[in-house]
């Protein structure tokens, strides 16, 4: 272990329970990125500025990052752990007869303990104790006696490496988040190491508080949101979902409900919707209408509207840094970040930013403008500022980043971006009052929320330029690089 010493701590500062200091955090997903259902689901989430969060099948998705969706930054991404697959040594296959009623050949060649032409389960066998007992303690894991197959469960291991790779592929970063596929979460001990954070397919009823606990406030000691216990690492990577607002009845009132009762707890409301049904059977209004009433309730409290992986990628660096210096000394303050060891692990999941709130009284730096080169200043209230930084190049486990008198005002701001139009014939201009990036959609025919994207503007710009000709419903939706969005009717 190695000793690390140090400043003298003179100046109070914090980190944030949430990004920016916000009250809570709200997150939407679904499991499936598909057309016209996902463009629909960007669009709106533009429009209500509450960011949806797809599930990918990493190895039938298209490229999403650099040049598309997830660079706007609407949108977030996870993985849909397909759980019906295993790797074979070789490569990434459906597990032997899994979706089939009767026992094949080619199941009895790969279980010993199988019989071809047997009935057997749909949806089966699933890994741990099925598989373990079907491949007579080959594969899989006995739960009873703790112990892993003779493949030392390789089947899953390298599957979820498969994963992480596939989606790294398509998305540019690793993955912290993942769902299980059709709810089979068997698996879910084996993906600590893998992943953060994990969904399964479980909710409360649509008249119950549901789950949006999210940690420990350090710095007021109690419990943010519900219910007010610790969870373990286990739990996290196999965690119910607040609500499930479609498929439990539509019921926006308890929505409403929820996410009021998540701001005043402090904790992390997260629903899930598949995008796709509600398209297919016609009734993504009622999306819609969800985002409209969680965005009205949330009204003017800060809360961050953070897709699944960035709420569980925050939630890890704040419960790796156990301790905070901050010192001032020649008319600058110093802040150090101390992160626990056993949490490095974690890291190259990590690509959120922490942040960090600092009071200014009583230093030199009191009712001055305050720059910090190593991430963005938030006025958060009189002589309060918060930075946000991404945690890198820590030396001996330790972060720090410096506030120094600015000569102007470089805070950033979480306003809303507004915007106007001109149209001149075919050409329309989009001018917004904040840099923004921009997203044009046209419907594809007269079908309710049938939308297509025409053009995706990734670069930040208070002017953008689209050609209109021969669209029909056309609508911009434009985003900040602080998260925060809106929608302009053409």
Known sequence: MKVVFLPKNNVSAKVCNFKWGAKAAISQCTDLYSTPSSNAAEMIGLKYNIKPTFFIRVRDAKPLGENGVERTGRCGFGVYFQTSQWHNGTTVETIPDYYSATWSSAGASAFANVIAGNSKPNRYPNHGQELYDVSGGVYGYDSVNQIAGSNNLDEIKLLAEDSSNEFFKKIGKNPSSLSYQ???NECAPFMIDYFLFGRNSNSTSPSADGRTAYGYDKNNSQFLGFPNQAFSRLDRINQAATTRFWDNGKNITHVESQVAKAILEGGWYNDFIHYHSAYSQGTFDTIENMYNAINTQIGSDLVWRCSYGEAAEYFFLREAI?????????????????VLETFNFSFDKINTPISVEVDLTGTYLQGKEVKCAQGTVLKSSANKVVITTRLKNLTNGVYSFVLEESAEDVSINLNVPTATKSVNGDIVTITTDLPTKAVLFSKNDATAYNYQVNERINEFSTEHIFDIS????????????NEQSNLIQI
């Open 322 to 338: 156990d301790l905070v210096v901050a010192n001032e000394k020649a008319n600058k303050i110093r802040v150090f970040l101390k």
């Open 470 to 481: 021969n669209l029909t419903g056309a609508v911009v939706g434009f985003i900040t690089a």
């Open 182 to 184: 059709n709810g089979k």
